[in-house]
């Protein structure tokens, strides 16, 4: 984390100490948070439409901090004892502060966005890298204008590589996170459907994705997955200076990648002459380890590092993830749904063997824009009714998958509630022996309650 005196980030933000006696105390890491707030940390107080990170200033004195920063206008009160940096805006100088902590770092940051797979890609580079690196990576899911200030604060000096997730909701999001990452390795994963509410097609999708670019170092590297067709039809129109560079099962990728098996313990794929294997679960996991695969050879890892690397990656919470309980199990992919990767966790679902039941519990996905209600229907009408036993759906718009399911469903296996409650109610009843429990969508569903409602259920 970041160790610097008072004096020196007052330089580094453009700010004014408020005595000079300070200059020299020295602060170690930053917060945005009261409740987060360490020992010897500096706060920095946001200030938002419903919330107001001023006025727990004295709370985090009296938890350790060493100063805080605040905006010149505000008032200090006459009960606060320790020093502060006067700003013209504290959000804009905990970005100021990264972006110049950063040009002091000497260490490779590896940029990553797409939308999907981010966070698994994430979490298997940093696993393979860490076979020959001190790597550190973006903390949860910290990805957007303030989580990637804090996760570059968070680094260490002595870190050699840092794997950064840059978000978006908007034009522009990129353009600011990338300017302060400073990247020398950026990647596009794929496009999808997410954020299509502003950004309003895929081919606005992908320009707000390569904004990634802007923040490039000239002799960086841009990589993305040829694949993607929104990404092989875009990224060619854009000039630019860095090395350019492909991976994909296309022939033409730079670094081909050939999927060999995909089963209950992982997936499998080559290549050239080396067979990579990878403890997560779906097919899409050939893009998220093949490129790991391909930045660890970029960065001189050997093939027996790489293995090794992918070998020990582990899920991250509510991705993907199979839950054992009593006499059933759940899928959990909870985090987050938009089509593509929807239809992504209901193969995997499909894929798995040894069930006598398989029910898929689906809530709304946010943020598609003004085709949400066909992008709903298109998916309850594509799901296989050959492979799924039941179907329950929660929300408003997640009637559209319903009605969607009704061409290939009969009314006695598929159900909508507008109740998480009474969802919850009819799961516990369809429940069995040998059951597999497919829950998914959007964050804001807190599809992870309906998971929590049956996960102690004894059979």
């Known amino acids: 984390m970041i160790k610097r005196s008072l004096g020196q980030i007052a330089n580094m933000i453009g700010g004014k100490l408020s005595d000079d ?48 920063i605040i905006n010149e206008d505000y ?70 204008q303030i989580g990637v200030p804090k996760t ?36 596009i994963l794929n496009i999808g ?21 802007e923040g490039l170092s000239k002799d960086g590297i841009f990589i993305y997955n040829i694949d993607d067709p929104v990404l092989k039809k875009i990224v060619p129109t854009y000039d630019l200076e860095q090395n350019v560079m492909t991976f994909g099962q ?16 992982g997936v499998q794929f080559k290549h050239e002459d080396e067979v990579y294997t990878i403890p997560l679960l779906g097919d899409h996991q050939i893009y998220n380890g093949g490129f790991s695969a391909m930045v660890g050879e970029l960065l001189n890892l050997n093939e027996n590092q790489i293995k090794n690397g992918l070998k020990k990656v582990s899920a991250s919470s509510n991705r993907s993830t199979i839950l054992e309980l009593d006499g059933f199990d ?34 709304d996905m946010l943020e598609l824009g003004d085709d949400e209600d066909k992008l709903h229907y298109n998916i309850g009408k594509n799901i296989d009714p050959s492979q799924i036993h039941y179907c329950l759906f929660y929300g408003p718009l997640s009637k559209y998958m319903y009605q969607g399911a009704l061409k290939n469903f009969p009314k006695s296996r598929i159900f909508h509630f507008d109740s998480k409650a009474d969802a919850c109610d009819k799961l516990k009843q369809l429940i069995c022996k040998s059951t597999l429990v497919f829950v998914k969508g959007s964050h804001g569903m807190h599809m992870e309650e309906i998971i929590e409602c049956v996960r102690k259920l004894k059979l």
């Open 193 to 213: 459907d997410s954020h299509l509410h502003n950004l309003k097609t895929r081919e606005g999708i992908a320009k707000a994705k390569m904004e990634i670019a």
């Open 330 to 363: 759940i899928l959990d992919d909870s985090y987050k749904s938009n089509p593509q990767a929807l239809l992504t966790g209901l193969n995997t679902c499909y894929m798995l063997g040894g069930y006598t039941n398989k029910i898929v519990v689906l809530g």
């Open 250 to 265: 296309d022939q033409n990728a730079d670094y081909i990648i050939k999927r060999l098996e995909t089963n209950t313990n």
């Open 152 to 187: 570059i604060l968070n680094l260490n000096e002595d870190t050699e590589i840092g794997v950064i997730e840059l978000g978006t909701d908007n034009f522009g999001d990129i353009s600011l996170t990338t300017s302060i990452a400073q990247p020398n390795i950026a990647v």
């Open 75 to 144: 008032e200090i009160k006459k009960n606060i004892n320790i020093p502060y940096i006067k700003v013209t805006n504290t959000e804009d100088a905990l970005r100021d502060l990264a972006k110049a902590y950063r040009k002091e770092l000497d260490i490779k940051i590896i940029g990553i966005t797409g939308s999907n797979g981010k966070t698994t890609t994430k979490d298997l580079l940093t696993s393979v890298l860490s076979e020959k690196y001190k790597v550190q990576k973006t903390l949860g899911n910290l990805n957007n």
């Open 21 to 68: 006696i300070y200059k020299d105390l020295i602060i170690e890491g930053v917060s945005t948070d009261s409740r987060t707030i360490s020992k010897n940390n500096l706060y920095i107080p946001l200030v938002g439409e419903v919330f107001d990170g001023r006025i727990f200033i004295k709370e985090c004195e009296d938890k350790g901090a060493a100063a805080f």
